[in-house]
């Protein structure tokens, strides 16, 4: 009776055995795919200083039958690789990056499993070393700009930085790099009209790439602007009316605008100095002119009006994405173009359009439109403008000399 029993458990476990081994072979055989690799502790394009210490994790379906890691293509030795034969595996690097030059390196690790297939996985991360002390100046130590224009303020450092603040009448502003791969840096501050002349400080805070910190200042000397005045214009109550009909209000120019500046782009679209938009016969309204209508009252007019002959071609000033093209009451036929860092330039009055649509990227003297009268104006003209962080600021400055 005994031996009856024996029989069927002796075939159970020669069926378990059969069946677990096969599973095995065909796991071995079949198993396709890759280790999983991920790194702490070093990240791609990130910047370190000192010690840093790595921590390689490989994990698998099958075992791991090796890792290796490389520094620069050289093999580096790895703690805790005796964990290696396991599905998961957590190794640890320590890099002294002292011992390295300054600059771009790669760290790359390949892992096999196991299986008759031998996959292979591997990661690469490029990172940057830094351990020099952080160096940066002001270019100029001190500033004169007149009322109502742009500081083009630059740093120079010897290296490349992670960011630069300043603050400027308690306002935050940003520097940006000059090109791709240089180490000055610039920013745009526009200074409004109704500023009171005297001395300033614009301070900044310079930060590198691994956390060092210096701080700058220089001296900021606002002129006074002789700003002229005019006794003012009439616009026909008819053609307002008429404006009216096919216009949107000048609060959605002004809300869209405020919008664009917040999503401009970290970087200059430009380079260069910018450009009068028409061939101009003679320049009506100067920046800053101080008028009187019975429309808009006492105001101050933060643009210039250029003059030629009617419907004359108006082209971009510089390079710029559209980011405006409709009809407004005031400004009429209106073409908005951001050029990046928060400065804008902004074309009133169009007559029509040119065959240009929000998003396009125009250059310097691409066609926009052509001069015309549309909007609160009483005679051809371009209303030309351009505004630093939406605040305007005499578009002839910008005309004069490279920003």
Not at 329 to 358: K, M, P, R
Request: aromatic share 10%; glycine share 6%; net charge neutral.
């Amino acid at each position: 009776m005994l031996d009856k029993l024996k029989m069927p458990l002796i075939m159970c476990v020669i069926f378990a055995v059969t069946v677990f081994a096969g599973i095995k072979v065909f796991s071995y055989l079949s198993y396709s795919e890759l280790p999983v690799i991920s790194l702490e502790g070093i990240k791609k394009d990130s910047y370190y200083a000192n010690n840093l210490n790595v921590n390689i994790n490989v994990n698998s379906g099958y075992k791991i039958s090796s890792i290796a890691a490389f520094l620069d293509s050289k093999p580096v030795d790895l703690e805790n690789s005796k964990e290696i034969g396991k599905k998961n595996v957590k190794l640890a690097f320590n890099l002294d990056t002292k011992e390295l030059s300054q600059g771009k390196h790669d760290f790359n690790v390949v892992a096999l499993d196991s299986s008759k297939h031998k996959n292979r996985n591997e990661e690469t991360v490029n990172f940057y070393v830094d351990n020099s002390e952080l160096k940066a100046a002001f270019l100029d130590m001190q500033y004169k700009v007149y009322q109502g224009h742009t500081i083009h303020a630059k740093i120079q450092s010897n290296k490349k930085l992670d960011n630069i603040t300043a603050l400027f009448l308690e306002k935050p502003f940003n520097f940006y790099p000059e090109s791709e791969y240089s180490n000055v840096y610039e920013c745009f501050i526009p200074l409004d009209c109704d500023l009171n002349p005297g001395e300033y400080i614009l301070n900044a805070k310079v930060k590198d790439f691994v956390g060092n910190e210096t701080n700058l200042s220089s001296k900021v000397d606002i002129l006074e602007y002789n700003f002229p005045k005019q006794k003012g214009f009439v616009v026909e109550r008819g053609k307002l009316e008429e404006e009216k009909e096919v216009s949107m209000s000048n609060k959605v120019l002004e809300d869209a605008i405020e919008k664009w500046v917040q999503d401009s782009p970290n970087k200059k679209l430009w380079s260069g100095k910018f450009e009068l938009p028409i061939d101009v016969k003679k320049i009506t309204t100067p920046f800053g002119e101080i008028r009187t209508t019975s429309e808009k009252g006492h105001y101050m007019h933060r643009a210039v009006d250029l003059l030629n002959f009617p419907k004359t071609v108006v082209w971009a000033s510089q390079e710029g994405r559209v980011v405006i093209k409709d009809r407004f009451l005031l400004t009429g036929n209106t073409v908005v173009l951001d050029h990046g860092v928060g400065v804008f330039s902004i074309y009133c009055h169009l007559e029509d359009f040119a065959d240009i649509e929000v998003g396009d990227l125009v250059k310097k003297g691409n066609k926009l439109g052509r001069l015309g009268m549309t909007g609160y104006a009483n005679g051809y003209h371009l209303h030309w403008e351009i505004r630093v962080n939406n605040v305007a600021v005499n578009p002839m400055q910008w005309t004069q000399r490279n920003f």
